[in-house]
């Protein structure tokens, strides 16, 4: 079986917990920071964090448009939290001059949990993922608002969508690299490798 090598999106956020959790999912996992790095990775996470800041960095290192044109290439890419907000196509309550690198065809709300309850975690069952609930870690987070026709909703919480899946282009609200629970790292790998 080939094993993918993913990049994780290096410019702010939760890195590590990633690199770790991709690796305990077979996969050759490493750092992103530059365009020539982004060359070398078959897929990409982008990480929690937040998403203004990461927006601001992707430009001043000149990876905004490397990884737009990535993504619309058809490279397999996973977000967390701050990385579904990159992964939009629409996103409400962004900062003005905040950039997405938009993926799905989905509209986001910033900070949308966040407002009512800081940070919580809740049981989510994920379509296409055995074994029971996953453990949802919602930090500040965000949910989809609406999806349009290509986009796949896997997961809702209190009757908000919080996983999407757009052909190789996978979005959560919530933070399953902090829980120990690899399960949807190993989905998206077996994405990613089912496109190697
Ligand atoms: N609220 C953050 C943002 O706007 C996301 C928080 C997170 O990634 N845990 O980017």
């Not at 309850?117 to 949802?136: C, H, L, Q, R, T």
Request: a negative charge; hydrophobic letters at 45%; glycine letters at 12%.
């Amino acid at each position: 079986m080939t094993t993918p090598t993913i990049g994780v999106l290096a410019l702010q956020g939760d890195v590590r917990e990633h690199l770790i959790a991709l690796a305990a999912a077979d996969a050759v996992a490493r750092p992103v920071r530059r365009p020539e790095e982004l060359t070398e990775v078959d897929a990409l996470v982008i990480p929690g964090g937040e998403s203004t800041t990461m927006s601001k960095l992707a430009v001043l290192f000149g990876m905004l448009e490397p990884l737009r044109e990535r993504v619309r290439a058809g490279m397999p890419v996973y977000g967390t939290c701050a990385g579904m907000i990159m992964l939009a196509n629409k996103l409400l309550d962004g900062r003005e001059d905040q950039e997405t690198l938009g993926g799905i065809d989905m509209i986001v709300r910033r900070n949308a949990f966040g407002r009512q309850n800081e940070s919580f975690e809740a049981k989510i069952d994920f379509a296409g993922i055995e074994g029971g609930p996953v453990e949802g870690v919602f930090i500040r987070a965000p949910w989809v608002e609406s999806v349009g026709g290509g986009a796949e909703v896997l997961a809702t919480y209190d009757g908000h969508t919080v996983a999407v899946r757009q052909g190789n282009v996978l979005a959560t609200s919530f933070h399953p690299e902090l829980t120990g629970d690899d399960r949807v790292h190993a989905y998206f790998v077996d994405m990613v490798r089912a496109g190697l």
